[in-house]
Nanobody
Framework: QVQLVESGGGLVQAGESLRLSCAAS????????MGWFLQAPGKEREFVAR????????YYADSVKGRFTISKDNAKNTVFLQMDSLKPEETAVYYC????????????WGQGTQVTVSS
């Protein structure tokens, strides 16, 4: 049973930083891609960033390039999202997700962590 548990959300002011964590368990993730998504109130969930567990290659949504950094700790089976220069419009629930390299759909999701950015 794959389990993803996010943490690190909270309330910050615009321009400040937060680091989210996603602890993964339940299987070996070496063939997986890990992603971060956000869902703002009343809006659809949108992609933020992803990282390949095996190669470490990363990809970002244009809106966060240069401000957000996705990384991983293999020993701890944990993925991070460092978010700098946060904007009020990035207030959302942030979700961690996992998929295999062979698929497009993310099959596993965490419960989400709330990030609130005040202006």
């Amino acid at each position: 049973q794959v389990q993803l548990v996010e943490s690190g959300g909270g309330l910050v002011q615009a321009g400040e930083s937060l680091r989210l964590s996603c602890a993964a368990s339940g299987r070996t993730f070496s063939s997986y891609v890990m992603g971060w998504f956000l869902q703002a109130p009343g809006k659809e969930r949108e992609f933020v960033a992803r990282i390949s567990w095996s190669s470490g290659s990363t990809y970002y949504a244009d809106s966060v390039k240069g401000r957000f950094t996705i990384s991983k700790d293999n020993a701890k089976n944990t993925v991070f999202l460092q978010m700098d220069s946060l904007k009020p419009e990035e207030t959302a629930v942030y979700y961690c997700a996992a998929r295999t390299r062979a698929t497009v759909e993310y099959a596993y999701w965490g419960q989400g962590t709330q990030v609130t950015v005040s202006s």
